[in-house]
Structure formats: C-alpha cells, structure tokens
C-alpha cells in the first residue's frame, strides 16, 4: 500500500510563484510515490471577507492551476473541500478537544486578523482546526506544504494524538514535508514578509497568470540588500530569494548559480530571472486554458466522490469512538 499525502490551496486571490515554488511543484513530484489527495479549500477562504461570485470562479480557477502545475488527475484525487461535508463534520468535532490557548499561539491569525481578536473572524480563529480536519479525514502520512503552515501542521498532529490518547486509535499522525529551498519565498517588495495572495501589494508577488511585462517590471523593481555579491546568505534576503526562485526554476545547484552570476550585477539577475520566469510560465498559461468547465466537472465530481468514500470512513469510526450515535 502506498503511504498518502494531503495538500490543499484557498482559492483567495490568484496563486503566485510561491505556492507553486513552496507546495505544488512538490504535490506534482510525490505523486508517484504516493497515493495523493489534492483538495481547493474553499472553506477556508471565506475565514476573510470574499465576493460570491469570484469565489465561485476562483474556486474552479484554482483546478486548472493545479492541473497545469501538472497535478495528474488519473493518479491524484482532486476535489473541492465543500464537496466533502465531513470536513465541516469532523472540524466541529476536533473543535470540542482543541483549547483555546493553543488555537491563540498560532501566528496567521496575529497576522490575518491584524492582532485586533475583538473584530477578527471566528472563523480565521478556528482556521487551523479545519485543516487538521482536512488532513486527519484521509488517514495522512505526509502533507507538503510551506514553511508558513508548520505550526498549523503542528497543532494537527497535538491533536490527532489528543484524540488517540482519548479515544483510543484513530487518527494517523501526519508529517510535514517542508521542501528545503522554496519553503518560504519572499514578497519582492519586503523581503522580510512571504509572498502572499493576501497582500494588498501585487506588486510584491509574481502571479502565476501574469503577463510578461508585468512579471519583467516586479522583477526590475524588487528591492535589493546592500552590497554587490550574487550569493545566497542569510544577512541579504531580498538577493536570497531572487536567487533561490532563479535556483528551483532553472534546476541548477547553489553553486552554479554562484558561478553563473559571479563578477554580474543586481541588474544582470533581474533580467535574466524575468526571461526565466515568463518562459517558464508561458507554457504553464497555456495550459490553464485547456480545460473548460465540462473537462473538470470530469475531474471534480469522481474526486469528490473517491475522497468522501475515505472521509465518511473517518467520520463514522470518530463518531463511534466518541459516543455519537448513527442510526
Ligand atoms: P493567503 O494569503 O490567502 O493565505 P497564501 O499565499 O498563503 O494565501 P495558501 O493558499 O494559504 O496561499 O497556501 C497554499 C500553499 O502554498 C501552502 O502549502 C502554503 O504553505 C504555500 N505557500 C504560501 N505562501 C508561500 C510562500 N511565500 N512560499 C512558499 N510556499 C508558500
Ligand atoms: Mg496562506
């Protein structure tokens, strides 16, 4: 039996070079080795304010993202979380063994809800239960996601172990898989903050549907430490990251990037990162317009299916264990 793997996206805003760098280049390399379950959370997104209708349309956007990242429908399931009531199901159930204080130590809702608790969203509150609902439902041995969701990855394994320590055993215990390079990159614009479909300022994400000269022109403003080296180090994190984006998308090591740059200017790698990164999304683009509504519903509803198959399983034993009764 293959081990199985659980990753998901929001469909919020459009997807950017780092989610793609961070988790779905990583979805699309394990999905031979694993038995892959690939879910737009959709539920997870109305945690902030969104417009019905482009929701509606960001949440069918967000399936051909991840088909022509090269997520292979014939091996990975790919669903829509509120296709799959039990999310909501076995969320509301963890929520009746999750604490307050350990929901308060998490770092995105600070972030999200801008560190005024008194008008934040329950919902982004309770945010992290739904993902460990998420990734529990599926019995998940591996979820690759960012740096940015560890301790919300974290939180799920307390609680799967929670529950077993309880209930007796039920859940499995996931593991993170946090690609080395490429966890974390950096918004262009501050490269102390991670690139995010969230930020107010597009200028600092390259957005996977970008045009060519928008991608040359973020590219040509992003901001630049001190000093003149082209090397990764830590001290000079603007440099940092446009080198690890050049590294991952150009397949070559730390120190042939080095090399290639070494006596060349700030300049030279932006402009030679713009002509990398709009050939690398062309094709991509291209792609993305290749599966209309007809083709996914293809997609989506036997995933919805195969997916609930496993979830209800889940429910079900967790309902039973805790005393919850099904006639
Ligand atoms: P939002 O701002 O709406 O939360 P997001 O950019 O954080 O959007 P998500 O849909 O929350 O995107 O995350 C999808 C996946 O992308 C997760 O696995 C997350 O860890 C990863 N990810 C998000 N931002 C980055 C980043 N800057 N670098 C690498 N991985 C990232
Ligand atoms: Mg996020």
Redo the contacts with the bound molecule.
């Keep these: 039996m293959k081990k199985r793997i659980f990753?998901?996206?929001?469909?919020?805003?459009q997807?950017?070079i780092?989610?793609y760098?961070?988790?779905?280049k990583n979805w699309v390399a394990l999905q031979d080795e694993y038995e892959a379950f690939y879910c737009i959370?959709n539920l997870?997104?109305i945690t902030?304010p969104q417009d019905p209708a482009s929701l509606r349309k960001a949440t069918f956007d967000l399936a051909r993202i991840y088909l022509a990242a090269g997520v292979d429908p014939t091996r990975s399931t790919i669903f829509i979380q509120s296709d799959v009531p039990e999310h909501a199901e076995l969320a509301w159930t963890l929520s009746c063994i999750a604490r307050m204080g350990e929901l308060e130590r998490m770092t995105?809702f600070k972030d999200?809800g801008k560190g005024n608790a008194e008008r934040a969203g329950v919902g982004l509150f309770t945010y992290p239960i739904l993902m460990a609902s998420d990734i529990l439902l599926y019995q998940t041995d591996l979820v690759?996601?960012?740096?940015?969701?560890k301790q919300h990855l974290e939180l799920s394994r307390d609680l799967a172990e929670r529950f077993n320590r309880d209930y007796g055993e039920t859940f499995k215990v996931p593991e993170p898989y946090i690609p080395k390079a490429?966890?974390?990159?950096?918004?262009l614009q501050d490269p102390e903050k991670?690139?995010?479909?969230?930020?107010e300022n597009a200028a600092g994400?390259i957005f996977l549907l970008d045009e060519p000269d928008a991608i040359a022109r973020k590219i040509k403003r992003a901001v630049t430490d001190s000093g003149t080296d082209i090397t990764f180090d830590d001290s000079r994190p603007a440099i940092t990251n446009l080198l690890t984006i050049y590294r991952l998308l150009t397949g070559k090591t730390d120190d042939e990037c080095i090399e290639h740059f070494a006596g060349k200017g700030y300049g030279h790698l932006k402009t030679e990162l713009a002509e990398i990164v709009v050939e690398f999304l062309r094709p991509f683009q291209e792609r993305v317009k290749q599966y209309d509504d007809e083709a996914l519903m293809q997609i989506l509803k036997p995933g919805a299916e195969r997916a609930r198959s496993i979830a209800a399983n889940t429910l079900s034993t967790v309902y039973e264990r805790m005393g919850i009764a099904q006639v």
């Design positions: 990753s998901g996206a929001q469909p919020t805003g997807l950017h780092g989610n760098l961070g988790a779905l959370v997870h997104a902030l995105q999200k690759p996601v960012g740096q940015d969701q490429g966890a974390s990159i950096k918004s991670k690139m995010s479909k969230s930020d994400s």
